[in-house]
């Protein structure tokens, strides 16, 4: 059976549902290639980074990490020029780190809840195809009266679980693939937390 006629079997469902897992798969590499070309996984700079600090060298540690286009290395390009603002206090120049580091974790999971949602409403939007369906094939049953024969409510059935199968189809590896790519920011967050907890550890002497 081909797609299209999947579509015409499914009835307005089967089009939103195929709509959905365009816009997935859209969202899908729109992620992946923003994570390949922001080198989400790189934490090779933090430690020269840290050393340069640590030195006193602060406009070269932030040199560093701006070559750099990882999340993690403006979260340390932000927070030592707030280290280095003798404005602050070690109270203050910790807020705004925390705070800076918490918008990049935010940027880096935007569209994230786009897909997990595509992957709640999914199975739903099939479920509805279907309740839809069944109710098309006992109103068919009905009309038939007393002529009704077994084949006509099993076809009826079978037509509508389709959308079922369908939501399920597009939820699972949508799902999947919205783990996947959380997984991959809660690393993130996990070496940037890291990354800046050293760098607060650091005696600001050094500054």
């Given at each position: ?5 999947w ?17 997935a ?18 934490t090779?700079?933090v430690?020269?980074?840290l ?6 060298r ?13 999340p ?5 390009v ?18 705004r780190?925390?705070?800076d ?6 940027r ?9 949602l ?8 099939g ?5 839809l ?21 099993s076809?009826?059935i ?50």
């Amino acid at each position: 059976m081909g797609a299209l006629e999947w579509l015409r079997l499914g009835g307005p469902s089967m089009l939103v549902l195929g709509i959905m897992s365009v816009a997935a798969v859209t969202l899908m590499i729109v992620k992946l290639w923003e994570f390949s070309e922001q080198k989400i996984g790189d934490t090779s700079f933090v430690g020269p980074v840290l050393q340069l600090f640590e030195q006193g060298r602060a406009k070269d540690a932030q040199a560093r990490a701006l070559a750099v286009p990882s999340p993690i290395a403006k979260a340390m390009v932000s927070s030592i020029e707030s280290l280095c603002d003798e404005a602050l206090s070690d109270a203050q120049a910790r807020e705004r780190i925390e705070r800076d580091a918490a918008e990049h974790i935010e940027r880096a999971r935007s569209r994230i809840r786009s897909l997990e949602l595509i992957g709640t409403l999914a199975p739903l939007v099939g479920l509805l195809g279907t309740v839809l369906g069944m109710i098309e094939a006992f109103q068919a049953l009905q009309a038939a009266g007393d002529r009704v024969e077994p084949s006509v409510l099993s076809g009826g059935i079978w037509k509508a679980l389709i959308t079922t199968a369908a939501g399920l189809m597009v939820a699972i590896p949508v799902m999947a693939a919205a783990h996947y790519l959380e997984r991959r920011v809660a690393l993130m967050k996990s070496a940037m937390e890291s990354a800046l907890t050293r760098l607060l550890t650091l005696p600001r002497k050094a500054v």
